[in-house]
């Protein structure tokens, strides 16, 4: 019975990590393009909070999804390092710590909007800021969510980075192709995050660095997540 169970395992962590991957995707493209990306216009401070105080619920909900994104990065931190420590267990620990701390630099950056919700129903804050004050906050606020998080993906792109380095010399239980997809997205996350930091004209170039982020992001990341729902079989019987 123990040996059985031993053998199931690595299945289960593998369905945890292809489902956490899939519902991540979904969570926070809905909060980044169905709510932040349409409430968030990064040249009109008025307009933006505005659509915020108009669409409040949307807002929370965005928030909300966001925090489940949170902990579901947790369980897929756990996830990949049980599925990658027969790889190499030091690197596996190596890769659960990056994401772990790109979690909680990300947590960090995220209570900037509460603060945000803060303000806007705050009617105790029209007392002591103008409107445009009120305003200008806000954006400062959403401004330090955005610094936070491009901080935390310097170390989610070290994270894909080792993961797909594992995966590459797992031995083909898990297709070395994902894991040279996940090279090459972590690769465009560290451009393009050290690209904000290090170019004062970024604006100019943002769709382009979008597209070197998303393209191999997306094929990497949902590959990884439908090969260990559907595949992930062959995790358990190289275990």
């Known amino acids: 019975m123990t040996n059985h ?3 199931a395992s690595p299945l289960y962590y593998s369905r945890v990590a292809g489902l956490g ?3 991540m995707a979904i969570l926070a493209m809905f909060s980044n393009f169905s709510v932040f990306n349409g409430l968030i216009i990064s040249d009109d401070a008025a307009t933006t909070a505005n659509n915020i105080i108009s669409n409040e619920i949307l807002f ?7 925090v489940i994104v949170l902990i579901l990065d947790v369980l897929l931190a756990w996830a990949l390092y049980v599925l990658l420590k027969p790889v190499n267990k030091n690197l ?3 890769a659960a710590w990056f994401r772990l701390v790109y979690t909680a630099i990300f947590g960090i950056a995220l209570h900037n909007f509460l603060n ?5 129903s705050g009617t105790e804050y029209l007392t002591v800021f103008t409107t445009d004050q009120l305003q200008a906050q806000v954006m400062l606020l959403i401004d330090a969510f955005n610094n936070g998080w491009i901080i935390g993906l310097v170390f989610f792109g070290f994270h894909l980075f080792v993961v797909g380095y594992l995966i590459i010399k797992s031995g083909g239980y898990i297709p070395r192709m994902i894991g040279f997809f996940l090279v090459i997205a972590s690769a465009g996350y560290l451009i393009d995050s050290f690209a904000h930091f290090l170019l004062p004209n970024y604006t100019d170039y943002k769709t382009i660095f979008l597209l070197v982020v998303a393209v191999p992001g997306v094929i990497g990341e949902l590959s990884l997540a439908f090969w260990l729902l559907i595949k992930g079989v062959k995790v358990q019987q190289r275990r």
Do not use: K, P
């Open 21 to 23: 991957l899939l519902l």
């Open 92 to 94: 596996a620990i190596l």
């Open 116 to 120: 945000v919700l803060q303000l806007l």
């Open 60 to 66: 929370r909900c965005g928030f909300i999804s966001f």
């Open 5 to 7: 169970n031993n053998e």
